[in-house]
T-cell receptor
Framework: DQQVKQNSPSLSVQEGRISILNCDYT??????FLWYKKYPAEGPTFLIS?????DKNEDGRFTVFLNKSAKHLSLHIVPSQPGDSAVYFC???????????FGKGTKLSVKP | AAGVIQSPRHLIKEKRETATLKCYPI?????VYWYQQGPGQDPQFLIS?????QSDKGSIPDRFSAQQFSDYHSELNMSSLELGDSALYFC????WGDGDEQYFGPGTRLTVT
């Protein structure tokens, strides 16, 4: 049973516009959520995270929103740039120093 | 800044052979995680070590074993290789108390023929 769902396998956005990547989870015990970006032939790169005690965390062009009651989080990228084109993984953390549980990823394509 | 180092980057083995993958964490990181990503799949957690002790175990087959050494590097030993073991194997590291972010290496691509 998939604990983390990224229902959009791909997303195409025009450069300069907003990219919104969504993630749903089932386990209410997750207390920390991370987003990773992955380019082909490279390991996942940490992007941004949010603790379950917050509902928003912002870092430059990246903002993550958490709705605990809906068990939903989203990553907003504004403005989107062609270099943002990659696969984005939502990865809740099971306990401190625990293992990441990855969604299947969303492939973002930002067109110039 | 130093990153997680994995070796080898590519490995080709035949069925029933053994393979050893190595991971060198970021300096001062004390926790190492191993993940397996099959073709078209999301990364799946295998096993983790904190201060040389196994800290958590995921979907790691009994044919696989791993350990963390005194210098904090880790090795994943895989025996009786099967075709289904062909995957990308990622190692990640973190440091207790420095947040929960895990930093990934570039991965080892294992192909079993």
């Amino acid at each position: 049973d998939q604990q983390v769902k990224q229902n959009s396998p791909s997303l195409s956005v025009q450069e300069g516009r907003i990219s919104i990547l969504n993630c749903d989870y089932t386990n209410s015990m997750f207390d920390y959520f991370l987003w990773y970006k992955k380019y082909p032939a490279e390991g996942p790169t940490f992007l941004i995270s949010i603790s379950s005690i917050k509902d928003k965390n912002e870092d430059g062009r990246f903002t993550v929103f958490l709705n605990k009651s809906a068990k939903h989080l989203s990553l907003h990228i504004v403005p989107s740039q062609p270099g943002d084109s990659a696969v984005y993984f939502c990865a809740p953390l099971r306990g401190s120093q625990g293992n990441l549980i990855f969604g299947k990823g969303t492939k973002l394509s930002v067109k110039p | 800044a130093a990153g997680v180092i994995q070796s080898p980057r590519h490995l080709i083995k035949e069925k029933r052979e053994t393979a050893t993958l190595k991971c060198y964490p970021i300096p001062r990181h004390d926790t190492v995680y191993w993940y397996q990503q099959g073709p078209g799949q999301d990364p799946q957690f295998l096993i983790s070590f904190y201060e040389k002790m196994q800290s958590d175990k995921g979907s790691i087959p009994d044919r696989f074993s791993a350990q963390q050494f005194s210098d904090y590097h880790s090795e994943l030993n895989m025996s009786s290789l099967e075709l289904g073991d062909s995957a990308l194997y990622f190692c990640a590291s973190s440091r207790w108390g420095d947040g929960d972010e895990q930093y990934f290496g570039p991965g080892t691509r294992l192909t079993v023929t």
